[in-house]
């Protein structure tokens, strides 16, 4: 073999950033926990929704979901926008699930005609 190969892949003295390279905040972490419980949660409820007993039980997480919609929504995009500038591509992927949750949670309780509640408070 020829050394031409190893000689065109030499080790730039500016290498890009990875996801190794950024150690996560506590906050990040945590909101990704939450994502991946929401994540967890709705799946299995939204493929049971297809019968409709458990369709109420998608509407009743739906709503759980309204009642904190904008602390999550608020966590989401912190996180969205902390991992989008770090190149981190599970991480941004992960909020914006997380933002499509509360998204879709509005849709379904306001399709539903059910009162949207968040922090105790009637809209």
Do not use: C, H
């Amino acid at each position: 073999m020829s050394d031409v190969f190893w000689d065109a892949q030499e080790p730039r003295e500016d290498p890009d950033t990875s996801e190794l390279r950024y150690r996560r905040p506590w906050w990040v972490t945590l909101v990704a926990l939450i994502d991946l419980l929401l994540l967890l949660a709705i799946v299995p409820v939204g493929i049971f929704a297809l019968i409709p007993f458990f369709f109420l039980i998608y509407l009743y997480l739906a709503q759980l979901i309204i009642w904190v919609a904008p602390l999550l929504v608020l966590m989401n995009v912190l996180v969205f926008w902390w991992s989008f500038k770090r190149k981190q591509a599970a991480t941004t992927a992960l909020a914006a699930l997380g933002l499509a949750f509360v998204a879709v949670s509005f849709v379904v309780v306001t399709l539903w005609q059910s009162p949207i509640v968040m922090f105790g408070i009637t809209l």
